[in-house]
Every structure is written in C-alpha cells, then in structure tokens.
C-alpha cells in the first residue's frame, strides 16, 4: 500500500541556517504531494503541494520539488526563522477513490535566536 | 468561508464512558474526513463521507466508533465505552468537488481517558 517516510527530529537549527527535512514515498500510480504544518496548539495548515511529477511547490520561502525517478518531495528553506518552529508533515494522496491522505510521522523543527 | 470547524476543543473523559464530537465542514464541501493523532505521530485515516454516505472506514475504526453525517452537513464521531487507548487528537477535514485532492483541516478536538 501507499506509505510516506519523514526524516526523524528534532531537528534544532540556528536562525538564517538552510533546512532540508527528507520524504520519501511508495504509492501506486502518480499522486498528489504536500507538506503540512502544525504549529504548537493549531490544526494542521497547507504549507505547499505539488501534483505531478518535476512540479515545484514553494510558499513562504518553502520549497519542495516532485521528483518521481527518486519518489521523493524534499522539503527545502534558504533561511529559517524562529517563527519556522512547527512540526512538518509530508502527505500523499492518490488520483481516485477516497482521496484519504497517508501522512508521515512529522518532523519537528526548531529554530534557535 | 469560515473555515473547519469542531466541537469540543478538549474533552476528558473516564474509561468506560461516551463521548461524542462533531464537526463542520466548509459550507460547499460535499467531502469530509476524520483521522486520528496520536502523540508523535502523523493523522491515521479513521472514515470518508461524500456527501451523507459513509464510503470507507479504515481498520482503525472499531465497532465502538461510529460516524455520520445526516443531510450532507455537519458530521459526529461517537466512542462508546471509551478506552485509555483511545486518547489522540481527533482531526476533521473537509474538499470540494473542483479540488478533490486538497484538503482542509480543523483545529482537532483532543481527547483524555483518565
């Protein structure tokens, strides 16, 4: 069946230094690619996607590109923030059915003054 | 639009007891889903509505759990006889037709068994 693998956390970074939090993914077919985010006591918000394969999600200075040959949506930021420290979350879901999302375990990042 | 919406935000809970929490979806969203999390952990898949239909429900989803969503709108999760493993944070979401594969969450509903 579909499943995503996160790199684990924490992950504990300076403020301006660059982040990388790896996924990886198995699925069927060609799906659907996100990066959540949870901040501390909120739902989970949309941070980017990407729907086919070579497509680029960016958003806040987050980007992730859809690389099919390696299954793999790695979640990138030139420069974090302290306001950055959350729990990331990569998601996939497929083209038919239920469009239900297979999540990752999160990785929680945070980011030092 | 107001965004996903649940009620309550916190419940506790003794072992043994019932608890029930709703969720309102995104006025002109005919999809809606519930998943479970648990601490550290990514959101489980639990049931799928489209519309008033329950379509799937995983293996996750015991005989004491039950959801609907009557008339297409709102939706409501039941535990009964509540167990100490069924502490998690119980998040709701919800797509439209058009974007079938995006979906939007609410702020959960975080269950305690004592």
């Known amino acids: 069946g579909n499943s995503v693998t996160q790199m684990e956390g924490p992950v504990t970074l300076s403020e301006e230094a660059f982040l990388t939090i790896n996924c990886t993914y198995t699925a069927t077919g060609y799906p659907s690619l996100f990066w959540y985010v949870q901040y501390p006591g909120e739902g989970l918000q949309l941070l980017l996607k990407?729907?086919?394969?070579?497509d680029k999600g960016s958003n806040k200075g987050f980007e992730a590109t859809y690389r099919k040959e390696t299954t793999s949506f790695h979640l990138e930021k030139g420069s974090v923030q302290v306001s950055d420290s959350a729990v990331y979350f990569c998601a996939l879901v497929g083209r038919s059915g239920t469009y239900k999302y297979i999540f990752g375990t999160g990785t929680r990042l945070k980011v030092l003054a | 639009d107001t965004g996903v919406s649940q009620d309550p935000r916190h419940k506790i809970t003794k072992r043994g007891q019932n608890v029930t929490f709703r969720c309102d979806p995104i006025s002109e969203h005919n999809r809606l889903y519930w998943y479970r999390q648990t601490l550290g952990q990514g959101p489980e898949f639990l049931t799928y509505f489209q519309n008033e239909a329950q379509l799937e429900k995983s293996r996750l989803l015991s005989d004491r759990f039950s959801a609907e969503r009557p008339k297409g709108s709102f939706s409501t999760l039941e535990i009964q006889r509540t167990e100490q493993g069924d502490s998690a944070m119980y998040l709701c979401?919800?797509?439209?037709?058009?974007?079938?594969?995006?979906?939007?969450f609410g702020p959960g509903t975080r269950l305690t068994v004592l």
């Open positions: 990407a729907t086919k394969a070579d």
């Open positions: 979401a919800s797509s439209s037709p058009e974007r079938n594969n995006e979906q939007f």
